[in-house]
């Protein structure tokens, strides 16, 4: 009888593991995440219950204060550790095309990976000063020849397949990317919106409806970022990529990787 149970045991420990090894690869847990509720009585507390502009400026409040600013210098090493590929701490994942690539791969030749403003730098004309232009929230390692045909569009659904990023869309005023980027690419733009309200010598950055900003301090389409929030909610890699932001590099968080409702509860 006890050596059935045993049996049994081993062969559940042999099964089991298998599925459950491949399903947690690609999602490490966020190194010493608080738990959520611990998050909304401390950082959180004076956005709760909150919505529309009152839990806008809630927000900017809290993620503005006690900010560090990176040098545009900086940026580099602060990406090859929050977006450090989880199955290979050498490398980096890349926006847009999710490939693994060499860390020391930085560079601006073809076959680099270099710094991807999501808020296009163009709208709003930020530049690469402390600011909007360092604010790693938004920035993200991508593939050169990528980010190039990216350029300053706006985001939205639509278009012909690019060549070289597999799942992503483009046409003359806009880009989509690939779906596992979708939120990704949303949530960036949510913070972008609330951490720059006209402060700073820096615009008021803000989201339209719109395609084709061109340098206006706004970006779109916000009727398509609020689906892609929904479509591709938070990920493993997002929330640690969150939690290093805040530990180790500026101090803040982006709210809306730990509560993407709010998204909706702003702007829906
Ligand atoms: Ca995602
Ligand atoms: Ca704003």
């Given at each position: 009888m006890h050596r059935t149970l045993l049996?049994?045991?081993?062969?559940?420990?042999?099964?089991?593991?298998?599925?459950l090894a491949t399903a947690t690869v690609a999602q490490?847990?966020?190194?010493?995440?608080?738990?959520?509720?611990?998050?909304?009585d401390a950082y959180y507390e004076d956005a709760l219950g909150l919505s529309g502009d009152a839990l806008k400026d809630a927000l900017h409040e809290i993620v503005?204060?006690?900010?560090?600013?990176?040098?545009?210098?900086?940026v580099w090493d602060a990406l090859k550790d929050t977006d450090q590929d989880p199955a290979n701490p050498a490398n980096v994942v890349l926006l847009?095309?999710?490939?693994?690539?060499?860390?020391?791969?930085?560079?601006?030749?073809?076959?680099?990976?270099?710094?991807?403003?999501?808020?296009a730098q163009s709208h709003?004309?930020?530049g690469t000063g402390r600011g909007p232009g360092t604010d790693v929230h938004h920035l993200r390692a991508a593939d050169v020849q990528v980010n190039s045909s990216r350029g300053n569009k706006d985001f939205d659904d639509g278009g012909s397949p690019v060549s070289n990023a597999p799942g992503n869309y483009t046409d003359s005023d806009s880009w989509e990317p690939r779906d596992q980027?979708?939120?990704?690419?949303?949530?960036m733009l949510f913070y972008m919106a609330v951490r720059y309200e006209g402060g700073d010598g820096f615009a008021d950055l803000e989201l339209n409806d719109a395609v084709n900003n061109g340098?206006?301090?706004?970006?779109?389409r916000l009727s398509t970022l609020l689906e892609w929030n929904e479509l591709d909610p938070p990920s493993a890699f997002e929330e640690r990529r969150n939690e290093l932001i805040h530990d180790e590099y500026q101090g803040n968080r982006n709210p809306f990787v730990d509560h993407p409702e709010w998204a909706e509860a702003i702007w829906g």
């Open positions: 049996t049994g045991a081993v062969t559940i420990a042999l099964i089991s593991p298998l599925p490490p847990a966020p190194a010493a995440a608080p738990a959520a509720a611990a998050l909304d503005s204060t006690g900010v560090t600013t990176l040098t545009y210098a900086q847009y095309t999710g490939q693994s690539r060499s860390a020391d791969r930085n560079g601006g030749n073809v076959g680099d990976w270099n710094r991807e403003h999501v808020w709003g004309d930020f980027d979708k939120g990704d690419i949303a949530r340098s206006r301090p706004l970006h779109g």
